[in-house]
C-alpha cells in the first residue's frame, strides 16, 4: 500500500493506494492517525488508487472520522470507486462519510467549512 | 493501562505463534489485546487442536494442541497472539472415544466448526457450487462487533399494534421484476424499505437467516430438471452467525455489517424485526450426517440420543437438538442474547418450539426450564417471543404451550377456522367468532389475553393466498416427492376452477376472496401476520411447501404488483384503517358486557336481524359490533366499527344495530363492490343512505363505521 500525504490550498490530503485490508491496515493506521493532532480541523482521505477497502479498512476510516468529528473537524473521501461505494452502502458505512468525485472537490467543500 | 496479560507465556511447537492461556467466558473467538481468545466446550473430549486457515485456502497454516494448562474444566481456551484475524479462519480437532452406544462419535481427523462462531465461510456466495474436497466446509471465521448503531434501539412497539410481514430474504427480491442492485440480499430488502412503509406493516419476520447449507440435501428436480436446494434454510450450520449467502457483501466477508444495516434502517423506518430461529435441529442430520461441529465436539450434550445411541428425530430431519441439556440451553440463551444485544432484534418467532419443552429423553414437560429461563431473561425482557406451538413428534400445544405471561404463538386454529369460514364450510360459525376475539377459548387461561394470538391466514408453509382461492389440492410434484410432501390440511376452496383460470367470474371471485381473507385477518383481535407477496396475488402454482424451490415458484414476481393493484391498495388501507381503529388492537379479551356506560357491550354479535345470530351448522352469516368507547379497555375513544360476514352464496340484507343519538353508520369496506368503491381511505368513508339495512353481497364482507353525523 503505497500512502501519500500533501497539502492543498492548506488542507492536508492523504491519497491511498492498493488494498486497505488486513494486511495493510495497520500500516495507513500509523500514518493517519498522527495526522489528528487536537488542531487538526479536516482531512481528505483520496481512495482513487484502491480497489478494494476491507471491513477492517472501513473500519480505521471511521475511526479516523469520528476522532475529527470529536475535536469539531471533519473527514472527507474523494475518489471512491463504484464498488466501494457500493460496499459502504450496503454496511453502512456511507452514513458517515461525505463523498466527492476528486480531491479538490474535496478540499473545497470542506475550505467552505465542513462540506 | 498496561496489561500484564499481554505477554505472551507460551510459543507454539513451530515456534511462530506466541501463546497465552485464555478466559474460559465468553465462548467462541474474541478478539483481545494482541490476539484472540478461543474458547470451547467440551465434556468428553480427551484433547483439542486449534485448527488455523487463511481465509478460503483448504490446508491450514498451523495447528496448536491446547496444552494441558489451557483447559480449565471442560473448556479449552488460549490466546494467540498477532494474528490477521480478518484472513482467518478457525476450526477444531477433537479427540475422544468412538462409541456410538454410549452416545460418543469423536473423529480427530475432522476439522469442527466452533458453534459460537460469529461469521461462517464456505458458502460466501449463495448457489456457488462447493469443492466437494474441501476438508472444512463451514469455516468459522471471527467477525468486528464494534458496529456504530448510533441511536438505535429496538423498538419496543406492542405487539398488538404490530402488522407483520413474513418473508424469506432471498425469495423477496431474488426476482428480476424486484427491480432492486442486489437481489435475493439483506441490501435487496433495504432497497424496498420504502414498499414496506407504503403497504404499512410494522415488523418484518425473517425467515430463517442462521448460516444454513443451501447444498443440503441438494438434487435434481425429477419433474422440472431444475436443482433442488435447502432454501428456506430450516436447519442450521451456526446459530450466531447470518447467512453469508443472504449478502451482497458476503463475498467479502461483511455479512454481519450488511445485516445489522438492514435492521438499523427498517428500525428508522418504524420497522421491526423478528427473526424465526431454528432450535429443533441441526444440518448435521442422523448417523449418516456430516460432521460440522456439533457431533464431533460432545455429541453427547448436544443432541437426544435414544438409548442404543441413535438420533432422536423429533424435528423430522433427523436429529433433535438437546434443548434441556444446561449446556446447550445456555447455547441457546447466549445466541437469543446476542441476537437482541448486538443485531437489536426485536423479537424471535421458534420453529417446531415444543420440542424445547422435552426433556432430555424427549418426553414433554410441565415447566420446561429453557422456556422459563427466555421469559424471564433480562437482556430478553422487551423481546417478542413467539411459539410455533407444536412439533413433529406429534406434540400439539396451541392454546397450552407454556407462556409465563410472555410467549405468543403461531395460532395455527385461527388458520384453519378462518379458511373453513371462508369456503363456506357448515358449522364453521362458532370457531370463527372465537377467532375474531382473539380466542378467547384458547387464551384466557392464566389471564394470557389477545396478545397470545398471532393470527394468520397464509404463511410460509402451506398455500400463498392466491393458491388458497386457487386450488382445492396441493400440486407439489416439482419436488420430486411424488406430491406426497406438504399437507393434505388445506382448506382451501379454488372458486370454481383447479388452477389459472381465464374464465373472468372465477377470477373476480378470486379476487373477493383474497379481501374478504385480508378483511377479516385486519379486523381480527390479535396480532396479525401477512405472508410476503398475498399483497400482490404470488402464486406458487399451487405448491404448498416450496422448501427446496430456489426459482420462480417460490421468488416473489413483482410484475404481479402492477396486475394486482386492487388488492395491493385493498391490503394497505385495510392495515391503515386497523392503525387508525384501536377498538381493533385490544391487548386483553373482552368482557362481554357494557363496562362504560355507552348502552353498548364492548363486542355484541349480530346476523340477518340486528342482536340476533342463527348459529346453526348451516348458516354462514356473521356480523359483530365493537363499541368504541370500550376500545383498549375503555382507556382511549374511538369510533364503532361494525363488521358483516357473509359466506353464503347468496346475497343476504343485514339489520344494522341503531346506534346512539346523532351517530351514524358509514362505509369502509364492502368486498362485493368494485374499485374504488370496495374500500375508501380510513377517515373518509361514505355514509350510508340506508341506516337500518345494509346488502351484503355474496360471500362478501362489509366494514362500517358508526361515527359523528357530520
Known sequence: MDIQTSKQDGVTVVALSGNLDGNTVNEAQEKIMPLLSADTKSLVLDLKGCGYVSSAGLRLLLMAAKQLNSQGGILVLSGVCDEIKDVMEMTGFSNFFKSFPDISAAVAAVRKGGA | ?710
Open chain 2, 1 to 710: 493501562m498496561l496489561r500484564v496479560d499481554l505477554h505472551p507465556t507460551h510459543v507454539s511447537e513451530d515456534g511462530k505463534y506466541h501463546l497465552r492461556v485464555g478466559k474460559p467466558l465468553p465462548f467462541g473467538a474474541s478478539i483481545v489485546p494482541g490476539g484472540v481468545n478461543f474458547s470451547i466446550y467440551s465434556r468428553y473430549a480427551t484433547s483439542c487442536k486449534l485448527v488455523l486457515f487463511n481465509k478460503h485456502e483448504q490446508k491450514p497454516f498451523c495447528v496448536i494442541p491446547f496444552k494441558d494448562e489451557f483447559r480449565i474444566g471442560n473448556v479449552f481456551t488460549m490466546v494467540v497472539f498477532d494474528l490477521d484475524y480478518e484472513n482467518l479462519e478457525y476450526g477444531f480437532y477433537m479427540d475422544g472415544p468412538f462409541d456410538p452406544r454410549q452416545g460418543h462419535r469423536f473423529d480427530k481427523t475432522k476439522v469442527l466448526m466452533d458453534p459460537y462462531a460469529k461469521a461462517i465461510g464456505g458458502r460466501d456466495v449463495w448457489g456457488k457450487t462447493p469443492d466437494w474436497n474441501d476438508i472444512y466446509q463451514h469455516r468459522a471465521r471471527i467477525c468486528f462487533d464494534d458496529f456504530d448503531w448510533e441511536s438505535d434501539h429496538p423498538l419496543e412497539t406492542p405487539i398488538e399494534d404490530l402488522v407483520i410481514y413474513e418473508m424469506h430474504v432471498r425469495g423477496f427480491t431474488r426476482h428480476p421484476s424486484s427491480g432492486v442492485k442486489h437481489p435475493g440480499t439483506f441490501a435487496g430488502i433495504k432497497e424496498k424499505i420504502p414498499y414496506l412503509k407504503e403497504l404499512g406493516v410494522s415488523c418484518v419476520e425473517l425467515m430463517p437467516i442462521h448460516e444454513f447449507d443451501e447444498f443440503e440435501n441438494s438434487r435434481v428436480s425429477p419433474t422440472t430438471g431444475k436443482m433442488l436446494m435447502n432454501y428456506w434454510g430450516y436447519s442450521n450450520v451456526g446459530f450466531f452467525a447470518p447467512k453469508a449467502g443472504f449478502a451482497a457483501t458476503g463475498k467479502f466477508g461483511m455479512q454481519v455489517d450488511e445485516c445489522k444495516t438492514l435492521i438499523k434502517e427498517l428500525h428508522k423506518n418504524g420497522i421491526e424485526v423478528i427473526l424465526d430461529v431454528v432450535f429443533n435441529h441441526t444440518a448435521e442430520g442422523n448417523e449418516k450426517g456430516p460432521y460440522i461441529s456439533y457431533r464431533g465436539i460432545d455429541n453427547k450434550t448436544y443432541y437426544l440420543l435414544t438409548p442404543d445411541g441413535y438420533y432422536f428425530n423429533f424435528s423430522g430431519c433427523g436429529n433433535t437438538l438437546n434443548c434441556n441439556n444446561p449446556i446447550v440451553r445456555n447455547m441457546i440463551l447466549d445466541c437469543l442474547r446476542y441476537w437482541a444485544a448486538d443485531y437489536h432484534v426485536d423479537g424471535f418467532r421458534f420453529d417446531l418450539a415444543s420440542i424445547l419443552g422435552r426433556d432430555q429423553n424427549g418426553a414433554p414437560m410441565h415447566s420446561p426450564p429453557l422456556l422459563e429461563t427466555l421469559a424471564f431473561d433480562p437482556i430478553l425482557g422487551k423481546c417478542k417471543l413467539i411459539a410455533e406451538a407444536w412439533d413433529a413428534g406429534g406434540l400439539y400445544q396451541v392454546g397450552s404451550f407454556p407462556a409465563w405471561g410472555r410467549w405468543a404463538e403461531w395460532n395455527g386454529k385461527y388458520r384453519d377456522d378462518l379458511r373453513k369460514f371462508l369456503k363456506g364450510e357448515p358449522g364453521s360459525l362458532g370457531g370463527m367468532a372465537q377467532r375474531l376475539q382473539g380466542s378467547p377459548d384458547l387464551y384466557s387461561w392464566e389471564g394470557r389475553g389477545a396478545t397470545a394470538s398471532i393470527n394468520f391466514i397464509t404463511a410460509h408453509d402451506g398455500f400463498t393466498l392466491y393458491d388458497m382461492v386457487s386450488y382445492n389440492g396441493k400440486h407439489n410434484e416439482a419436488n420430486g416427492e411424488n406430491n406426497s410432501d406438504g399437507s393434505n390440511d388445506n382448506y382451501s376452496w379454488n372458486c370454481g376452477w383447479e388452477g389459472e383460470s381465464t374464465d373472468p367470474a372465477v377470477n373476480k371471485l378470486r379476487m373477493k376472496q383474497m379481501k374478504n381473507a385480508v378483511a377479516m385477518l385486519l379486523v381480527s383481535q390479535g396480532t396479525p401476520m401477512i405472508l410476503a407477496g398475498d399483497e400482490m396475488a404470488n402464486t406458487q402454482w399451487g405448491n404448498n411447501n416450496a422448501y427446496c424451490q430456489d426459482n420462480e415458484i417460490s421468488w416473489i414476481d413483482w410484475s404481479q404488483l402492477d396486475k394486482n393493484r386492487e388488492l395491493f391498495n385493498f391490503f394497505k388501507k385495510m392495515i391503515a384503517f386497523r392503525k387508525a381503529h384501536p377498538v381493533l388492537r385490544s391487548s386483553g379479551h373482552f368482557k362481554n358486557r357494557d363496562y362504560m356506560g355507552s348502552g353498548f357491550a364492548d363486542i355484541t354479535w349480530h346476523g340477518q336481524k340486528a342482536w340476533n345470530v342463527d348459529w346453526s351448522a348451516e348458516s354462514r352469516m356473521l356480523a359483530f359490533l365493537l363499541c368504541g368507547m370500550h376500545a383498549k379497555g375503555g382507556t382511549v375513544d374511538d369510533n364503532s366499527i361494525y363488521v358483516a360476514m357473509n359466506m353464503h352464496w347468496e346475497m343476504h340484507g343485514f339489520e344494522l344495530p341503531k346506534l346512539n343519538h346523532h351517530m351514524q353508520w358509514y362505509v369502509f369496506a364492502n368486498t362485493d363492490a368494485q374499485p374504488p368503491f370496495d374500500i375508501w381511505e380510513p377517515g373518509k368513508e361514505v355514509r350510508i343512505e340506508n341506516q337500518n339495512e345494509f346488502l351484503v353481497g355474496p360471500r362478501s364482507v362489509v366494514i362500517l363505521v358508526g361515527k359523528e353525523s357530520k
